[in-house]
C-alpha cells in the first residue's frame, strides 16, 4: 500500500515538467508511475491485472512520445493520466471488495480511500466536474475509508454503499 497516491504526484509532476518545456524530466515522470502501475498490477491478488498493465504500457508510450517532442499538447497527458487513475481506481475498488469479503476492515478502508481519491482524480485529469451530490459522496466514501483504516467506530451499510457507490463512479466513466 506505500505506493498509494504516487502515480497522481508523478502525473502532477510531469505536467508542471512538460508545461515548462522540460520533455525528459516529463517521461521519466511518466514512467516511473507506469512502473509503479505495473508493481500495482504484479500483486498477487490484483483483480484488474490487465487493465492496469494496458493504462502502463500506454503511459510507456506516452513518455516516448513525451522525450521525442511528439506531444505537443498537455491534454493529451490529461487524457492519458485521466485514464491511468480511472484504472487504478477499478484495482482499489476491487482491492477494498476482496478485503472486505475477507473480513479486514482496516485493509478495506484504506482501499476505499485509495479508490475514492483516485476517481476524484480522473475526473479532474479529464475536466469531468462531479455533481455536488456526486463529491459530497465520494467525499464520504474517502472519510469513510480513512475511518476504517483508523480503526475508528462504522457500520456494515456504510461499507456496503460506499463500495456500490465507487462501482457504479468507476462504470460512470
Known amino acids: 500500500m506505500p505506493f498509494i497516491g504516487q502515480p497522481g504526484r508523478d502525473f502532477h ?51 516516448d512520445k513525451v522525450e521525442k517532442k511528439q506531444v505537443s499538447s498537455v491534454n493529451d497527458l490529461d487524457r492519458a493520466f485521466a485514464k491511468a487513475d480511472l484504472a487504478l481506481a477499478r484495482h ?15 485493509s478495506t478502508g484504506t482501499w476505499l480511500e485509495a479508490a475514492a481519491g483516485s476517481i476524484s482524480d480522473a475526473a479532474d485529469w479529464s475536466g ?9 459522496t465520494l467525499k464520504g466514501v474517502h472519510d469513510l475509508g480513512s475511518k476504517m483504516a483508523s480503526g475508528a467506530t462504522w457500520s456494515g ?14 462504470d460512470k466513466f
Open 128 to 136: 469531468r466536474k462531479l455533481a455536488a451530490g456526486e463529491s459530497a
Open 157 to 170: 451499510d456504510q461499507v456496503k454503499n460506499g463500495v456500490s457507490y465507487l462501482g457504479a463512479e468507476i
Open 13 to 63: 509532476r510531469a505536467k508542471a515538467d512538460f508545461t515548462k518545456g522540460d520533455d525528459r524530466g516529463a517521461a521519466r515522470q511518466i514512467r516511473i508511475a507506469a512502473a509503479i502501475m505495473k508493481l500495482e498490477a504484479g500483486r498477487h491478488n490484483a483483480a484488474n491485472k490487465q487493465g492496469l498493465l494496458t493504462q502502463a504500457n500506454a503511459l510507456d508510450t506516452l513518455a
Open 92 to 106: 482499489y475498488h476491487l482491492m477494498a471488495k476482496a478485503a472486505m469479503a475477507a473480513g479486514n476492515h482496516r
